[in-house]
């Protein structure tokens, strides 16, 4: 099932994040592109950095 990130525009502009996760991979797509494959512990690696701040402003 696909989930929308709640920082998705609303705005009817169509920009959009999607992710789909299953026991494996997660599924990752937005607006403009299919989806992109990423593994279970990639994912997880990603969630954790955002959480952290890790990233700084992309």
Same mark, same amino acid.
């Given at each position: 099932? %696909?989930? #929308?990130?709640?920082?998705? *525009?609303? !705005? !009817?502009? @169509?920009?959009? +994040? /999607?992710? =789909? ?6 599924? +990752?797509? *937005?607006? #403009?592109?299919? &989806? =992109?494959?990423?593994? &279970?512990?990639? %994912? =997880? =690696?990603? +969630? #954790? &950095? +955002? #959480?952290? *701040? /890790?990233? @700084?402003?992309?």
């Amino acid at each position: 099932m %696909w989930r #929308k990130s709640s920082h998705s *525009d609303n !705005g !009817g502009d @169509g920009n959009c +994040v /999607e992710v =789909a996760l299953t026991s494996s991979t997660a599924l +990752v797509r *937005d607006s #403009k592109n299919h &989806a =992109a494959t990423i593994t &279970a512990p990639s %994912w =997880a =690696a990603f +969630v #954790k &950095a +955002v #959480k952290r *701040d /890790e990233l @700084g402003q992309v």
